[in-house]
């Protein structure tokens, strides 16, 4: 039978409906209603989250990470109805929705096995030097310790992996956080069905049950009670530049700050090195396409600006890269909002005066086609609109007419999360001219490849300077997304019995 949700909130084990409901807009399939979020629902689940803390961040890490593993063999257990509602909802495609979910799955497994290893932990031990003159120096144990409740906003564009268990969530609980999610209206039957495995993870392993909420719907209100609430501690984001930054602005103006780790979008530039564009420009130019256009252009490392010196070369690129697009059908984006705001972006391009049409797709609804406008490095310097993202299938050629335009070009950029280098042997010494400049602007550098795909490992990083993201020192990606909810603490002079199981030894 088909997935029916029930459209109600998890507040720490308990499904509960609030009076207000609204209705799900999915792109194919029967729309359900589902619960509003109320400020008093934010304030019962932190509540419970706080409560869970004095148990769950004690937890061991063997059985920390054996709930995460129970939290991945849920999901896995429901992963006909995920597919089956994830993709009414999104409009993405079935296999898309199943490799997210095996992204999921193995996310939560991998920080299963890194939290067991305990490395993450920091630990360091300075022993007690009780002759030493002048003064003599104390014992000292320093560990990372979890922070408290972590609120946590679903993405639109990753209704699994960055959404209700999502990196954030599985970087929280593996900390020794509990987590308090404010699911996201363009997926709220995919967010409770996500719930429900978390919640059969929480009773089978025996955990607090106010470790994992789920709060869907609500106005800004709801959002705003959960980041100011005073027992929330950290704040995990990934959406746009303007949510983002009010979110980031109300976890500022508490009483007590809090951290806000905000992953806010990027426009992803490639630079084309001279050798590589005569060698293989076309076939780079079609790889582009690709990349530019998957998913819809849906994704926060999407490339949208390509950046090549003015010539037959770059004639060769473009031209390759337009005939490309021109392939692509429209596609269904996520949202009517997504798509709207798609549109908005292409025509404020496009009337800039700043750009030259190269194919401009037609779409309606819902749907979007694929578009590319080319400018000069000049024009480029000069309208900041240009270096701004759109969201969706639109590229940016801009075009420079000597190597000393491209690297102003690299030093006029903003924050970034990927910047990528196309280059061959004939170009190492211009791309380590370049590479001290763009290692300041991002967190993930590339060289022949397309940063499209994010690996979940060990040492990759998702994040970069502002606005690509509001913590230049973390990741929302990687094992090392953990350390953003735990903090340092030292123990002097601590009788062994007294120090947490993760200092001992």
């Given amino acids: 039978m088909p997935f029916t949700p029930h459209g109600k909130h998890l507040i720490a084990g308990e499904w509960i409906a609030s009076g207000e409901t609204f209705e799900s807009a999915p792109a194919n399939g029967l729309a359900h209603r589902f619960s509003v979020g109320t400020v008093e629902l934010v304030d019962r689940a932190v509540r419970a989250a706080e409560a869970a803390f004095e148990t769950y961040a004690h937890s061991s890490r063997q059985d920390r990470a ?3 593993e129970t939290i991945a063999d849920e999901i896995e257990a429901r992963g006909a109805e995920i597919t089956e509602i994830g993709t009414q909802e999104s409009g993405l495609p079935a296999a898309r929705l199943e490799g997210e979910r095996g992204r999921t799955a193995g996310q939560l497994r991998l920080f299963a096995a890194h939290i067991r290893k305990g490395d993450y932990l920091d630990r360091r031990y300075g022993a007690a030097l009780p002759e030493r003159q002048p003064l003599p120096r104390p014992e000292l144990v320093m560990v990372q310790r979890p922070i408290g409740p972590v609120a946590v906003f679903g993405a639109s564009n990753f209704p699994l992996a ?3 268990a ?11 956080c509990p987590v308090v999610v404010r699911g996201h209206s363009a997926h709220p039957g995919t967010g409770e069905i996500v719930a429900e495995a978390i919640k059969a993870a929480v009773e089978k392993c025996g955990m607090p049950t106010g470790v994992f909420s789920l709060i869907q719907g609500g106005d800004n209100s709801v959002g705003q009670a959960l980041v100011q609430h005073p027992l929330i501690k950290a704040v995990g984001f990934t959406g746009s ?6 979110l980031f602005d109300l976890c500022a103006a508490r009483p007590e700050p809090i951290p806000f780790f905000g ?4 426009v992803n530039p490639m630079f084309l090195m001279p050798q590589a564009a005569e060698a293989r420009g076309p076939e780079i130019g079609r790889g582009w396409a690709g990349s530019l256009t998957m998913g819809a252009g849906q994704f926060c490392t999407n490339p949208g600006i390509a950046v090549v010196i003015d010539g037959k070369e770059a004639d060769a690129f473009v031209a390759a890269a337009a005939e490309a697009l021109a392939q692509v059908e429209a596609q269904v984006m996520l949202t009517d909002g997504i798509a709207g705001a798609f549109c908005d972006g292409r025509e404020r391009i496009a009337q800039s005066g700043a750009v030259r049409p190269v194919t401009v797709g037609i779409a309606e609804g819902r749907a979007a086609a694929p578009a590319l406008f080319e400018t000069s490095a000049a024009e480029f310097g000069e309208n900041p609109l240009l270096h701004q993202e759109v969201f969706g299938p639109l590229g940016l050629v801009v075009r420079a007419t000597s190597a000393d335009e491209v690297m102003d070009i690299a030093r006029g950029l903003e924050g970034q999360l990927t910047v990528t280098l196309h280059m061959d042997d004939g170009d190492t010494e211009a791309a380590q001219a370049l590479l001290p400049v763009l290692e300041r602007k991002a967190g993930r550098l590339l060289v022949n490849g397309f940063p499209t795909g994010v690996e979940v490992a060990d040492a990759m990083v998702h ?7 509001t913590n230049f020192g973390a990741t929302s990606v990687g094992t090392l997304s953990i350390r953003r909810f735990l903090r340092p603490v030292c123990y002097q002079n601590m009788p062994a019995a007294l120090l947490p199981e993760d200092a001992r030894g």
């Fill in 463 to 469: 994040g970069g300077p502002y606005p690509a993201s």
């Fill in 263 to 266: 992953e806010l979008g990027s």
């Fill in 241 to 246: 530049l303007a949510g983002g930054r009010a």
């Fill in 166 to 176: 999502g990196g954030d969530t599985a970087a929280a609980l593996a900390a020794g």
């Fill in 66 to 68: 054996v709930f995460l």
């Fill in 162 to 164: 960055f959404s209700t």
